[in-house]
């Protein structure tokens, strides 16, 4: 079975500085897929960026970048130049071919934008 | 107006009752899903679906059932209410292609008395 693990349940960080969110996940699997959701207090989930496991350059989407480590199953998301709309509960995802669409989620992080 | 829509957003009832959650979505995506999200667990998968008619069990499906007779709707059904149901309920749509991305409904916050 999938599993993954964010291992910070809150963090915080001042506007403008950069913050870097932790997921890890466990997979025998070779062919995947790995996801940043974003989810402000409207409920809404929002997809912030996507990796597929046989790139080996990170994504990036703006503010947005990750760290993608496969020898170690390790999925960071780095946000640069925090904004007070950053603000939400982030949740990373794994899904794997032929497991019929289906996500596996983290636990997520609420992350809080100070000013 | 396009996207996918869920009914009620909020909903209150009663120990045992029967609740119906419903699930629109308008781009003809082959695949639907059901989460349902409590705190600590992030989301998890009730049921999904990759076409009409074809429904298969997710990570926590008991006290659930699920029909798609159409494509585009996709109704979660709670035949006996229990208090351990009360949660945010997310309805969510793919496509079949390599991007593998979900697009999520709003949600549904049910509460069980």
């Known amino acids: 079975a999938q599993t993954v693990t964010q291992s910070q349940p809150e963090m915080s960080v001042q506007e403008a500085e950069t913050v870097t969110l932790s997921c890890t996940y466990d997979t025998s699997e070779n062919n995947y897929y790995l996801f940043w959701y974003k989810q402000p207090p409207s409920r809404q989930m929002i997809l912030v960026i996507r990796?597929?496991?046989?790139?080996?350059q990170n994504a990036t989407e703006n503010r947005f970048s990750v760290n993608f480590q496969k020898a170690a199953k390790s999925f960071s998301l780095k946000i640069s130049d925090s904004q007070l709309g950053d603000t939400a509960m982030y949740f990373c995802?794994?899904?794997?071919?032929?497991?019929?669409?289906?996500?596996?989620f983290g636990g997520g992080t609420r992350l809080m934008v100070k000013p | 107006d396009a996207g996918i829509t869920q009914s009620p957003r909020y909903k209150i009832t009663e120990t045992g009752r029967q609740v119906t959650l419903m699930c629109h979505q308008t781009?003809?995506?082959?695949?639907m899903f059901w989460y349902r999200q409590d705190l600590g667990h992030g989301l998890r998968l009730i049921y999904y679906s990759a076409a009409a008619d074809i429904t298969d069990k997710g990570e926590v499906p008991d006290g659930y059932v699920v029909s798609r007779s159409k494509t585009e709707n996709f109704p979660l059904t709670l035949e006996s209410a229990t208090r351990s149901q009360t949660s945010v309920y997310f309805c969510a749509s793919s496509e079949i292609d390599s991007s593998y991305e979900q697009y999520f409904g709003p949600g549904t916050r049910l509460t069980v008395t």
């Open positions: 990796q597929e496991a046989y790139k080996q």
């Open positions: 995802a794994f899904i794997w071919n032929n497991a019929g669409n289906m996500l596996t």
């Open positions: 781009w003809s995506h082959s695949y």
